[in-house]
């Protein structure tokens, strides 16, 4: 009884400290399980284990910013790409230095850059829509990036034509909708893996089983997700539908719309511009960032032009500034995508190599909460009936392992896996099931979630 109680106000004691701290000091995927980075190599479907520790390794905080260590490295397996890219996702080894007191600029809006613009809460960077990759009106080529002639003024040089990442380069995504640059692993987009969209763009998760940080579900608020440089919170795909958290739960919807064009000679704001590449099967409007207007929406669902709102969310019931991952309503991202292409509040973040004043360093609570719990959100399993696989996708972020057994009529335990923090689904191979009826059990104790699955071949 006296280990109990202690146990019992030690929880309290980090309950009462946590409920002082801001989500962005205590919401992170911490690695409390040991989990390493993994990544598939083409023709091999068994994942290759890295000596690299995935999600975020540890927080610490002072009066006006947080540091946040990690690798780089998410829990949810990484590669291939469909256009051959050999490249791995590699320790980064960064501490990301983020405002705890995020500010609205008032001044003129910083525009994004390329590179690194936010970070999610496993420690994985976010990128804005571009790839590097501009239109030279003199050559009437591409310029810029890989394989391509440098750009008029050299790399980093404004061009009237800036090509967007997220459909010019999908076919170098892996499942999760991620690439690395020179090492660095990132999302430019809503990070749940393409096999989840309701219209599936790419084959590339039909490869190796494979996921992304969390699935949408359009029932829920979507989770938080990370926080982009100005410090201001980035939340999925869904949302309260009213600012004010009412209404139920609605799609987020980007304010930016393909413009009527026919020729790229002007600019969104209806200025004369150098030419741009043929609007064609190549060059399909889209292509380019410029291809895009803001239109204005009086619907509280609608972003502004940095591509967020003022409202309220579970992890901020007095209100806030947040960005959403925008999706269209098949689920497929929609321009800008998480952040951009201004942002909201002063842009201060940065990655430092050390930390050069007084920190206290969080210590994530862990006292009374069941490592194998069931998470608070829905679960998906598909197809069923199964003739091969099954799908077992956790709604939501998961941030302990959790347990994932089939039973089959007997009772029998016929197979037994976990689904490992940061990562959200089980691939269930059935080939060697007999048919029948059988059930998955998702955790342990009083709030398992059963569900049951017929096997037919």
């Known amino acids: 009884m006296k280990r109990t109680l202690l146990s019992f106000f030690s929880a309290v004691t980090l309950l009462s400290a946590s409920a002082q701290l801001g989500p962005n000091v205590t919401d992170w995927l911490f690695n409390t399980t040991g989990i390493m980075g993994r990544h598939y190599v083409s023709g091999n479907s068994t994942p290759i284990q890295d000596a690299v520790l995935a999600n975020v390794q540890q927080v610490q905080y002072s009066t006006d910013w947080v540091y946040m260590r990690t690798h780089g490295i998410p829990a949810y397996i990484t590669r291939p790409f ?50 590097g990759v501009a239109w030279n009106a003199t050559t009437n080529a591409l310029c810029g990036g890989p394989g391509n002639p440098v750009c008029p ?13 997220v459909p010019a380069e999908r076919a170098g995504f892996d499942c999760s909708k991620a690439h690395p640059a020179m090492g660095n692993y990132h999302h430019h987009q809503n990070p749940s893996a393409f096999n989840l969209d309701l219209v599936v763009i790419s084959n590339i998760c039909d490869l190796y089983a494979a996921d992304g940080l969390y699935a949408i579900d359009a029932a829920q608020h979507s989770p938080l997700l990370g926080f982009a440089y100005d410090g201001f919170p980035i ?7 009213n600012t004010d958290g009412t209404g139920g739960v609605a799609r987020m919807q980007s304010s930016y719309q393909l413009r009527s064009i026919t020729v790229r000679n002007t600019s969104p704001t209806g200025q004369s511009v150098t030419n741009g590449a043929p609007i064609n099967t190549s060059y399909p409007l889209g292509y380019f960032r410029e291809d895009y207007e803001y239109i204005p929406h009086p619907e509280p669902f609608y972003m502004d032009v940095h591509n967020g709102r003022f409202c309220v969310t579970p992890e901020y019931p007095n209100g806030t500034y947040a960005y959403f991952c925008t999706v269209d309503a098949n ?49 998906n399993v ?21 347990d994932m057994s089939l039973f089959d009529a007997t009772g029998k335990e016929v197979r037994h896996a976990i689904i490992a923090q940061g990562s959200t689904i089980w691939h269930l191979d059935t080939r060697t099931l007999y048919d029948g009826t059988y059930v998955v059990r998702i955790g342990t104790g009083p709030d398992a979630v059963s569900k049951v699955v017929q096997v037919i071949h």
């Open 153 to 165: 003024g050299g790399p980093g040089a404004t061009q009237a034509w800036s090509r967007d990442a």
């Open 82 to 131: 469909l256009d051959g890219n050999p490249s791995l996702a590699t320790d980064q080894n960064a501490i990301f230095k983020i405002p705890r007191n995020p500010v609205q600029n008032t001044g003129t809006a910083t525009a994004t850059t390329p590179g690194n613009i936010g970070v999610f809460i496993d420690g994985v960077a976010l990128f804005d829509y571009r790839d």
């Open 235 to 241: 939340y999925g795909a869904y949302g309260y539908a």
């Open 331 to 379: 689920w497929n991202s929609a321009y800008p995508y998480v952040v951009g292409p201004t942002f909201y509040g002063v842009r201060t973040a940065s990655i430092v190599t050390s930390i050069t004043e007084s920190v206290t360093t969080y210590e994530p609570l862990t006292v009374g909460v069941a490592e194998s719990a069931a998470p608070a959100f829905g679960v």
């Open 382 to 402: 598909f197809p069923n009936p199964a003739s091969d696989l099954i799908a077992i996708q956790i709604n939501g972020i998961v941030r302990e392992d959790v």
